[in-house]
């Protein structure tokens, strides 16, 4: 993903719906991880997220924010032991990003 590389669908000729699968298996592994207490780990894939977020085209910072954002923002809500965990791991602009999220749901 970082490098622009998704794997082309003919059905797709944009590939976004590709690129928004990979985005929510990406959160669900995250979050498998979270689970199983591999912080080390989830934090190597929030860097990933954020390289994606800076760095990104519009269609990619807006599959972080809607996708895996919103994932993640929607677990720590059910499980707010869990948000102790990852957002110490979060860099400054994804977390500034995910407050912005769980502000905008909460109104």
Known sequence: MLDGEVPE?????????QFY???????NASLKL???GKFKKLEQFLKVAFR???EGNET?????VDIYLYTLSHSLDQQPNAR????PFMPGELRITY?????????
């Open 9 to 17: 669908r003919k059905d797709d000729p944009h590939y976004t719906r």
């Open 99 to 107: 407050a912005q999220l769980h502000h905008a749901s909460s109104l």
């Open 60 to 64: 990619v910072k807006n599959g972080i």
């Open 34 to 36: 979270c689970e199983e």
């Open 52 to 54: 994606l977020f800076k």
């Open 84 to 87: 102790k965990w990852i957002e």
């Open 21 to 27: 699968k990979s985005i929510q298996a990406f959160a």
